[in-house]
């Protein structure tokens, strides 16, 4: 396995196995040690990778967001949505962030980082107002989380035009 690969594996290994036991334990009793065994390696390739488990939300976060980014800089003028349909493929994909985004440890976690982060997509959303970026970030993601409490029953692309239909882009 090449170097990046290795390190790319390890990492969403220990990133998915904090987000199991984030499901069983309060973020606050979860230690370095329970995530290890659970991910299957040592306490040093956890260290090698991450400093806390802050960090791992963080990674988990950014690593969606780049992959976000790449995504639509393949297209030639990603739209609204554009973007609306790349978040809710992440939360239908990568289910175990969003079955924990509502715990406050995670919830706080996510408010200090993502904002800032979705200003990568200030072409397409619009940042004019403290009003607008809470709502960027906090509508969607609880219209995400009522998605996932309703466990995904509709598609992507009917979710794509409710949300469409809320923010009145049609």
């Not at 990492?11 to 329970?34: C, P």
């Not at 393949?74 to 790349?86: F, V």
Request: glycine share 2%; aromatic share 12%; with cysteine.
């Amino acid at each position: 396995m090449k170097r990046k690969t290795q390190i790319d594996f390890s990492k969403k290994t220990i990133s998915e196995a904090f987000f199991k036991l984030v499901k069983k334990y309060d973020f606050d009793k979860i230690t370095i040690s329970q995530i290890a065994a659970e991910a299957g390696v040592s306490r040093a390739t956890f260290y090698r990778h991450f400093d806390s488990l802050e960090s791992i939300v963080e990674y988990t976060s950014d690593s969606f967001i780049q992959d976000g980014l790449d995504k639509l800089s393949e297209l030639k003028s990603p739209t609204l949505k554009d973007l609306i349909r790349w978040r809710l493929e992440i939360a239908r994909d990568l289910r175990h962030l969003t079955d924990v985004e509502e715990h406050p440890d995670i919830k706080n976690i996510l408010k200090m980082v993502s904002p800032e982060r979705l200003q990568n997509f200030s072409h397409i959303l619009d940042f004019t107002t403290p009003y607008k970026v809470t709502f960027n970030f906090a509508g969607f993601q609880a219209v995400i989380s009522q998605w996932a409490k309703n466990g995904y029953k509709e598609t992507v692309d009917e979710m794509c035009d409710i949300i469409a239909e809320l923010i009145g882009d049609n």
